[in-house]
T-cell receptor, first 114, second 114 residues
Framework: GQQLNQSPQSMFIQEGEDVSMNCTSS?????WLWYKQDPGEGPVLLIALYKAGELTSNGRLTAQFGITRKDSFLNISASIPSDVGIYFC??????????????FGSGTQLTVLP | GAVVSQHPSWVICKSGTSVKIECRSL??????MFWYRQFPKQSLMLMAT?????????EQGVEKDKFLINHASLTLSTLTVTSAHPEDSSFYIC??????????FGPGTRLTVT
């Protein structure tokens, strides 16, 4: 079942505003990934995090791997219309071992208003 | 790099027929491929994991005789939905990874069964 709690479920923001979303779990992850999915498309990898405490940026996107290894957040600065889409957190559970199957969050639907 | 393609991008079939979806890694060798299905406004649900040359491992609740997966080469995996029914209508997404690197997703295939 779902082991990742992602919030918020949806967001409506004005163009230019900053956005923050996060994922939490009761289980330990050894990798955190953030994906964006546009309508009718597959998810595209935005940022990958591999170490507890790691803070990584990709343009206007910044993500952090929580110290407890049970959470991660994604920030988007100065949002633009093309940021619209569904953002998923995902990760590899420590317990998944070599199988390294991804566990997905429920997604955050982002709408950017002009 | 890390491009995954899917074919077809959408397909409509009649109830009772079979449909084959192809997933290809275009610029890397996919030692492992994954098949997901996604219903509207929901997250991705893993159906099965396949390693090249081996039988696929199906998630609990996924009928292996209905969803046939073949991963015969390092660049191609196929998913065949046999005796399709309207409830099989969904968005099917494959992903691929090389060794222990990250998963990259295909653009998805929209299946509609009438």
């Amino acid at each position: 079942g779902q082991q990742l709690n992602q919030s918020p479920q949806s967001m409506f923001i004005q163009e230019g505003e900053d956005v923050s979303m996060n994922c939490t779990s009761s289980s330990i992850f050894n990798t955190w990934l953030w994906y964006k999915q546009d309508p009718g498309e597959g998810p595209v990898l935005l940022i990958a995090l591999y170490k507890a405490g790691e803070l990584t940026s990709n343009g206007r996107l910044t993500a952090q791997f929580g110290i407890t290894r049970k959470d991660s957040f994604l920030n988007i600065s100065a949002s633009i219309p093309s940021d619209v889409g569904i953002y998923f957190c995902a990760g590899h559970l420590l317990s998944s071992g070599s199988a390294r199957q991804l566990t997905f969050g429920s997604g955050t639907q982002l709408t950017v208003l002009p | 790099g890390a491009v995954v393609s899917q074919h077809p991008s959408w397909v409509i079939c009649k109830s009772g027929t079979s449909v084959k979806i192809e997933c290809r890694s275009l610029d890397f060798q996919a030692t492992t491929m994954f098949w997901y299905r996604q219903f509207p406004k929901q997250s991705l649900m893993l159906m099965a994991t396949s390693n090249e040359g081996s039988k696929a491992t199906y998630e609990q609740g996924v009928e292996k005789d209905k969803f046939l997966i073949n991963h015969a080469s390092l660049t191609l995996s196929t998913l065949t939905v046999t005796s399709a029914h309207p409830e099989d209508s969904s968005f099917y997404i494959c992903s691929a990874r090389e060794a222990l690197r990250e998963q990259y997703f295909g653009p998805g295939t929209r299946l509609t069964v009438t």
